[in-house]
């Protein structure tokens, strides 16, 4: 199983992003996916996530109303798409499948893709 996530750079503030993540290997479209991400001297923190069922989405209070994450199955991928970032977004980013409906947290997720690095200057 591979996750191939793209999309990472630097943005100014108030700013767009749209991350991807390309699924190989496993049958993507009976996969939750989620997105977590790791600021510098941070834990990696919950995003969102995109249930397998349905297609229903949970956010982070921090990113509610900012970022939206999507999924084509036809494609075997998702995004992640960030609006009016902050700098306080500045992290690496990674995308996570699990088989479970839905999940938030890490040891919930059975596989993780590279990250990719965002970073968002004042």
């Known amino acids: 199983v591979q996750l191939q996530v793209s999309g990472g750079g630097l943005v100014q503030s108030g700013g767009s992003l749209r991350l991807s993540c390309a699924a190989s290997?496993?049958?993507?479209?009976?996969?939750?996916l989620g997105w977590f991400r790791q600021a510098p001297g941070k834990e990696r923190e919950f995003v969102g996530t995109?249930?397998?069922?349905?297609?229903?989405?949970y956010y982070a209070d921090s990113v509610k109303g900012r970022f939206t994450i999507s999924r084509e199955n036809a494609k075997n991928t998702a995004y992640l798409q960030m609006n009016n970032l902050k700098p306080e977004d500045t992290a690496v980013y990674y995308c996570?499948?699990?088989?479970?409906?839905?999940?938030?947290?890490?040891?919930?997720?059975?596989?993780w893709g590279q990250g990719t690095e965002v970073t968002v200057s004042s």
């Open positions: 995109i249930t397998w069922r349905g297609g229903v989405t």
């Open positions: 996570t499948a699990t088989g479970s409906e839905v999940a938030w947290l890490e040891y919930e997720y059975d596989y």
């Open positions: 290997g496993l049958t993507f479209s009976r996969y939750t």
